[in-house]
């Protein structure tokens, strides 16, 4: 378990690193969102935050909370070190690659990043297989992994494409299905698991209605199949009706959530939860964009530039960042709390897990993230490039907000107790 | 012999880190046996994906056994019935923020 902790502990540092990278790259290329989806500076950005951020977070998150979601002690846990190492110079050689237009580089980072991420999925896997029964969490769980492989093979296949034509047909389709399997696929899918472990362990409230959390599950996975291949064949019909399939699903996983929040028996709704509850808002948000998208493919230049680049961000830096940074807040201090002081429970008094955070510096991240987010949008909206600038900055200050507050809370793994005179553990 | 309430108190002083509520008044502990010196303590946690369910384990065994009297301790998780939110005591609600 102490080891465990220390993993995913690492895993939050790095993450910590490029929360802070990602809105830095979006202001040095601040322009580069008014132009076309794949330009490589873009990539760039998008990378230092799909894979950078969320990515390590994720993983963070995945190697600590598997075990305890499926039942069954995490099947190698050698190899999620592995994976990190992998990551983490993958992670970095990528980005750097493709703000440089390098795709052999690319691929060169994509590739260890690969491994690593199919390393995941089958320690992943081989857990979920192992453990004696499995609910709808386990099995997102499991979808996910299996997204996340298919993700990166068509992510090195496109940075390989790039550099020496190997894909067949359109490399545009490409590049959606590859977003797609990766934000909804990997993302989504572990987020509509993950939730009904965390929010009732946070809430103290309770999941009603399994039927409705597997329903939910089992609308985005037919959906999001669906949408691949609508995409795949370019029929703009079965699109929206695939992707209005994946919407129902995360809509029934969304109002089981709310029955959760709204059966707690702790009152108060901490800003991780609120933050996570946020990032369900900017999702409804980027699935309105994306189906509007969807349904006036040729609305004009305006809306089709602007309006996918949009719809990415919203996804990305608004929902997915929201709700993992909502999950970092709690788990953080938990693992800090686990690792720091639950060897002396018992035998001295302890601090709080929840006095750990400074709730200041909590809600100065949340509503910086969220001012930046609007900042950024006006931009896209308006086509202007100052607001685009002021909005990453905001970001960056959010950003900032949070590293002292986690910087705050590891400060614990090195701080005697000082309320007993100092027994160190 | 030893009296329940002792070991009921010592274990007060065991906070859920998470809601600084002792383990007590949010219901955890299910159960108390004392046999001469030999302590038996169940406990049910709120949710059985606790991540912190061994670490509060282990400082029930530790607290207990460090009392005088104490020759064995064994604590164990115990899910049947499984922890319902009518095991908050009244003060737990009040600090959870539902009743003043
Ligand atoms: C979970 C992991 C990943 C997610 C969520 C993800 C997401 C995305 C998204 C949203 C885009 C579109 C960006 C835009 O249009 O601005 C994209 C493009 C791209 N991704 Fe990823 N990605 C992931 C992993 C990878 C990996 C491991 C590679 C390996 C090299 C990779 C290579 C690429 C390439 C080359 C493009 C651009 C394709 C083109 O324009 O031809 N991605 N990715």
């Known amino acids: 378990m102490a080891t465990q902790a220390a993993l995913s502990l690492g895993w939050f540092g790095l993450a910590g690193l490029w929360l802070l990278a990602a809105p830095l790259l979006g202001v040095i290329n601040a322009p580069a969102c008014l132009g076309s989806a794949s330009d490589p500076r873009l990539l760039a950005l998008t990378h230092a935050w799909v894979l950078g951020f969320l990515g390590s977070a994720t993983f963070g998150g995945i190697y600590q909370l598997l075990s305890v979601a499926v039942g069954e002690e995490l099947a190698w846990p050698r190899l999620a070190w592995i994976h990190g190492a992998l990551h983490a110079v993958g992670v970095p050689v990528m980005v750097a690659a493709f703000l440089r237009g390098n795709f052999s580089w690319v691929a060169a ?20 297989g192992r453990a004696r029964t499995k609910d709808a969490v386990a099995w997102a769980f499991g979808f996910s992994a299996f997204w996340l492989s298919a993700t990166v093979i068509a992510g090195f296949l496109l940075a390989v494409n790039r550099a020496h034509p190997v894909l067949p047909g359109n490399s545009e389709t490409w590049l959606k299905v590859h977003a797609h399997l990766g934000v909804v696929g990997f993302y989504l899918t572990l987020l509509q698991g993950a939730a009904f472990r965390l929010l009732p362990m946070f809430t103290l409230g309770d999941v009603k209605n399994w039927m409705r959390v597997a329903s939910g599950l089992g609308h985005t996975q037919a959906g999001l199949i669906g949408l691949i291949f609508a995409i795949a064949e370019d029929i703009p019909v079965a699109r929206i009706v695939f992707g209005a399939t994946i919407a129902m699903g995360l809509a029934m996983s969304a109002s089981e959530a709310w029955s959760v929040i709204r059966s707690r028996r702790k009152r108060v709704i901490d800003t991780g939860v609120r933050a996570f509850l946020s990032g369900a808002g900017a999702l409804a948000v980027a699935i309105v964009l994306g189906l509007m998208l969807a349904a006036w493919p040729d609305a004009g230049d305006g809306f089709s530039v602007s309006g996918a680049v949009a719809y990415g961000f919203v996804a990305i830096v608004g929902a997915l960042a929201l709700a993992v940074g909502g999950m970092m807040l709690k788990i953080v201090p938990f693992l800090v709390w686990m690792r720091r002081y639950g060897p002396v429970i018992g035998k001295e008094p302890v601090p709080l897990a929840s006095k750990l955070p400074s709730p200041l ?47 705050r809370i590891a400060g614990h793994l090195w701080r005697k107790n000082r309320t007993l005179g100092g027994n160190a553990v | 012999m030893i009296a329940e309430d002792t070991i009921r108190n010592v274990l007060t002083e065991i906070l859920d880190p998470e809601y600084g509520i002792s383990i007590v008044e949010l219901g955890m502990v299910s159960h108390i046996d004392v046999q001469g010196g030999e302590v038996r303590v169940g406990l049910t946690l709120t949710t059985p994906s606790c991540p912190a369910g061994n670490v509060i384990l282990e400082g029930v065994r530790t607290a207990v056994a460090a009392l005088p009297g104490v020759e064995t301790t064994d604590v164990y998780l115990q899910w049947d019935p499984p922890w319902t939110p009518d095991r908050l005591t009244a003060a737990a609600r009040r600090l959870l923020g539902w009743e003043t």
């Open chain 1, 109 to 128: 980072g994509g590739s260890l990043v690969a491994v690593g991420a199919l390393l995941a999925s089958l320690n992943m896997a081989v857990t979920i």
């Open chain 1, 361 to 407: 510096l909590e809600r100065a991240w949340f509503e910086l993230h969220l001012l930046g987010l609007v900042l950024v949008l006006l931009g896209l909206a308006r086509s202007e490039a100052p607001w685009l600038y002021a909005g990453w900055a905001t970001i960056v200050a959010a950003s900032v907000a949070s590293l002292l507050n986690h910087g």
